[in-house]
């Protein structure tokens, strides 16, 4: 089992992006998380259906966050969280590619595997296990004990697809093929996509000039009157197809 269980956004300001998810997609915070204040950071985490959209951002200088702004010229993706349901053998082909870690948890409850992306490229690549996760609706760590009070499916109701671009797409797909072990396969506009049990990941060139990183996100939509009559109101809509928040593109399927 692999799924599409977490994405991670970064913003200079939190608060204009928590009211943009709330207004535009009708989501709600599930969790605000103060371990994180460790990394110099503030954040909100939103359930999307069952899966989640992390939004972090900076509260003090010099922290990862803040140079990833930089790098990336302003508020983008950050972060791909997987979730898997067996480490060792995710371990292993790590070890066996020369991956490094950023970071490694073993807790009992959940595990934790995060590479660093130099290695990975493309952004950070999180794979982590959630004991009593097999059930797509049951605990996650990262959301807190009760975030399925915060669902809200009215206007979005899952996370199709996360899109991660590149000036060397193809290399990139298939260095992430390598890692999660999954073919690359082509969508049906001829993108590079790897296909996991809930989701997919799609990569693709990079035309707007920020460089590499997580840069779009398909979202699957209940209302698309609703959400884009208030994407229009906040100026976030660019078509009928897409909105623009956090730096990101959210495509409307």
Not at 11 to 18: F, N
Not at 194 to 217: K, M, P, Q
Request: charged letters at 25%; aromatic letters at 6%.
């Amino acid at each position: 089992m692999l799924r599409l269980r977490q994405l991670a956004l970064m913003t200079q300001e939190l608060a204009p992006v928590v009211d943009d998810m709330r207004e535009v997609f009708g989501l709600e915070v599930a969790f605000r998380d103060p371990a994180v204040a460790t990394f110099g950071l503030e954040n909100a985490l939103f359930p999307v259906g069952n899966q989640f959209i992390e939004v972090l951002a900076p509260i003090r200088e010099g922290t990862a966050g803040g140079r990833y702004l930089e790098r990336r010229k302003g508020d983008g993706g950050y972060m791909v969280i997987l979730q898997c349901d067996d480490h060792a053998p995710r371990k292993r082909r790590v070890a066996e590619l020369g991956i490094r870690k950023v970071m490694e948890q073993d807790d009992p409850g959940y595990r934790l595997m995060q590479l660093h992306p130099r290695d990975t490229g493309g952004s950070f690549l999180e794979i982590d296990v959630q004991v009593g996760g097999e059930d797509i609706n049951g605990p996650w760590h990262p959301a807190g004990h009760n975030w399925h009070a915060a669902v809200r499916t009215g206007i979005v109701r899952s996370i199709a697809t996360a899109e991660i671009q590149s000036p060397e797409h193809t290399q990139l797909a298939a260095r992430w093929s390598e890692i999660v072990d999954l073919p690359v396969k082509k969508d049906a506009n001829g993108q590079s996509t790897l296909h996991l049990d809930n989701a997919g990941i799609r990569f693709v060139d990079d035309t707007d000039g920020r460089g590499e990183g997580l840069s779009g996100i398909d979202i699957v939509v209940a209302d698309r009157p609703r959400l884009l009559a208030a994407a229009k109101h906040r100026g976030r809509r660019v078509s009928d197809d897409v909105v623009s928040i956090c730096g990101m593109r959210f495509r409307l399927v």
